[in-house]
């Protein structure tokens, strides 16, 4: 073994132009894959910690049923605030703050003084927030506000888009009609205290209400739909989810942040599907040189095989001799690749990367990074690609008849 | 009894759809310590046979026994297992390989037994330095003149102390002056250490330093004859 390792390895750098080719596709596909991966971490670690920290908090509680219906809201799945069972989850070690919230369905319109030029009242969906406690639940929500604007409990905000249809501007006043629990529909004077800023496409009919002024309106006064709960450490989660579920019991349910928000999830694994198809893509495309490489290989050196018969080398050995070479000519390409590729990724991670995504108007700066099971993975998985794909070659040189082989047949 | 034992071997050739025969009944016995020449015209079948004899081909049919084991119908494994054990091939074109220096084209069959790497370079350097090779141990195959090959070659054909060394025109591609240094070094070894040496050529300075000569025509021995009957009816009589 040690002798055949030997030979393989030299054989590598035996056509140093060729191996460089061969090396060269490897390191700049494992690049390719190690940099869009990186990438990839950096956006979503953006993305979950907006979410996070700018729409959902660490995980959710809500009455029994209440997601499952999420679509449309369910005002009479809500809860009152001072129900002794909630008392326990501010204490739960590693939460750090709780924030009641009512999501409703409602229409604002914004009247001018002539009832002619007061555009129509538009639909949209509301979170009602807390102005004091949302703040320590989702810190990131402040950002999400345009220039100027307040959020107070007189003063609403409302999206981007929804402000220009309602030739609306900061200090006019709104009012809020929306059904409230028993399906009578009420009305509610507020004021326009700015825009809200969209993260991902399609967040255009979006309004932020005063939680004060909400309850009056859906007539909920001391009860919520929604507790956003904030956590010290994210890879918690699961486990303050746990003891959440049995400090509660079943009136309640709570739903870890990326199973409340489904769409960014869904989102995040497309983007991980699509990354994993490039980088097979990528991968194939390496090996399919890896694969000639070798075939030219076995080609040119077949009398040599054939010596290496004569003096007693098993098929299996020079199964084995050229698998090794492979695999030296693999590790070559690999290493050289990681090291670019993470050194690339480490760069852009520490400088940070501003991206704003189609359709949102908020940046979000990416700190692309790389995670070491996913540099083994794509190793790991190079490798393997490489003994398999020189399997052919291989296979070919150990069934030469030693007759054959030295006669260069 | 005979170190090679072959009795009725026969081998064809497809080509295409045309089989044609290259050995028809072969019956020879190699005894131990032979210097011995298979000699005849080409396509006459002596590559063919010493392929045969060196386990790098089959033959069709016949009986085959080397140190007295019969060895027809063994597989691919015991066969380069044989061919490790039992016999040394020196070849025309010197087969080493390209990537591996002096010592270790000599220790590489060797290695593929597992033998102690430290007690083995101790005999690896002493065959070397028999053959003549002691100053360019750490030199590549492509440093080293054709005469400086062959010498390894040998070298690496006797580190397994085999029971026979098969040369196939062992000085087809050496000049005169090298060929006889060649030929000097396998008579002394054949003399000072007993191993048997079968050649195929064509070169009449072979022939004349072989102690046996076996004619192969058309795929079959002519007649057994001894080695200066033969010379002299290849080469004529010796000049007095």
Redesign the interface.
């Known amino acids: 073994m040690p002798a055949l390792l030997a030979i393989a390895t030299r054989n590598v750098f035996r056509n140093r132009r060729r191996t460089f080719i061969t090396a060269a596709a490897l390191v700049v596909g494992i690049f390719a894959v190690v940099s869009i991966r990186g990438v990839l971490n950096g956006l979503q670690g953006a993305i979950i910690a907006s979410t996070v920290k700018g729409m959902t908090g660490g995980f959710q509680v809500h009455r029994a049923g209440y997601l499952a219906n999420v679509l449309s809201p369910p005002l009479t799945l809500d809860f009152a605030l001072d129900d002794p069972s909630l008392a326990g989850l501010a204490k739960l070690p590693g939460v750090t703050a709780v924030a009641p919230r009512i999501m409703f369905g409602g229409s604002l319109s914004v009247p001018k003084e002539k009832e002619e030029d007061t555009p129509e009242p538009l639909f949209f969906m509301a979170t009602a927030v807390d102005p004091t406690l949302e703040p320590q639940v989702c810190p990131d929500r402040a950002g999400l506000m345009s220039a100027g604007s307040r959020f107070d409990e007189a003063h609403l905000l409302v999206g981007e888009a929804m402000l220009g249809t309602l030739d609306a501007k900061l200090g006019d006043e709104a009012v809020l009609l929306a059904p409230d629990r028993d399906g009578a529909l009420n009305g509610e004077l507020s004021h326009v205290g700015g825009a809200l800023k969209s993260v991902m496409p399609g967040e255009l009919k979006v309004a932020q209400v005063p939680l004060a002024a909400a309850q009056r309106l859906l007539r909920m006064e001391g009860r919520a739909t929604e507790l956003a709960v904030a956590v010290k450490d994210l890879a918690q989660v699961p486990s303050l989810v746990a003891q959440a579920r049995a400090l509660l019991g079943p009136t309640y349910e709570v739903h870890a942040w990326d199973d409340v928000a489904t769409d960014r999830r869904t989102f995040m694994q497309r983007q991980n599907a699509i990354s994993a198809l490039v980088s097979v893509v990528f991968l194939l495309l390496m090996l399919l040189g890896v694969a000639n490489t070798m075939l030219m290989s076995v080609l040119e050196r077949t009398r040599e095989v054939g010596t290496m018969m004569a003096v007693g080398v098993t098929r299996a050995q020079v199964l084995l001799l050229f698998l090794l070479e492979a695999l030296s000519l693999g590790v070559v390409g690999v290493a050289g690749g990681l090291a670019l590729g993470t050194t690339f990724v480490a760069a852009l991670g520490a400088k940070g990367l501003t991206v704003t995504p189609p359709s949102a108007t908020v940046a979000l700066t990416l700190y692309p990074s790389s995670s070491p099971a996913f540099l083994v993975v794509v190793a790991a998985l190079a490798l393997l690609g490489c003994a398999v794909f020189s399997l052919y070659p291989a296979l070919r040189a150990s069934r030469l008849r030693p007759v054959e082989a030295l006669a260069g047949r | 009894m005979s170190l090679i034992k072959l009795q009725g071997i026969t081998k064809a050739y497809q080509l295409g759809k045309t089989q044609v025969p290259a050995l028809k009944g072969i019956d020879l016995a190699v005894e131990r310590g032979e210097f011995a020449v298979v000699m005849g015209p080409s396509g006459s079948g002596k590559t063919t046979l010493l392929?045969i004899i060196?386990l790098?081909?089959r033959a069709d049919a016949g009986s085959y026994l080397l140190d007295g084991e019969e060895l027809a119908g063994r597989d691919?494994?015991e066969m380069?297992?044989l061919?490790?054990?039992k016999i040394g091939?020196i070849?025309q074109?010197f087969?080493?390989?390209?990537?591996?220096n002096v010592i270790?084209n000599i220790e590489?069959?060797c290695?593929?037994?597992r033998e102690d790497k430290k007690l083995l370079r101790a005999r690896v350097e002493r065959v070397a330095e028999h053959v003549g090779l002691s100053h360019v141990l750490a030199h590549k195959p492509d440093e080293l003149s054709g005469g400086q090959r062959q010498r390894v070659a040998i070298a690496?054909a006797l580190v397994t102390e085999p029971e026979i060394v098969l040369a196939d025109e062992p000085t087809a591609n050496l000049d005169s002056a090298t060929s006889e240094q060649i030929l000097d070094l396998m008579q002394r070894l054949n003399a000072d250490s007993g191993v048997t040496f079968l050649f195929s050529t064509h070169d009449p300075r072979v022939m004349r330093r072989a102690k046996r000569v076996v004619q192969i025509a058309d795929g079959r021995l002519v007649d057994g004859q001894d080695a200066a009957a033969a010379n002299v009816a290849v080469l004529g009589a010796p000049p007095h």
Do not use: M, T, W
């Open positions: 392929n060196g790098l081909d691919f494994n380069a297992g061919r490790n054990k091939f070849f074109s087969n080493l390989i390209p990537v591996l270790e590489f069959p290695l593929l037994r690496r």
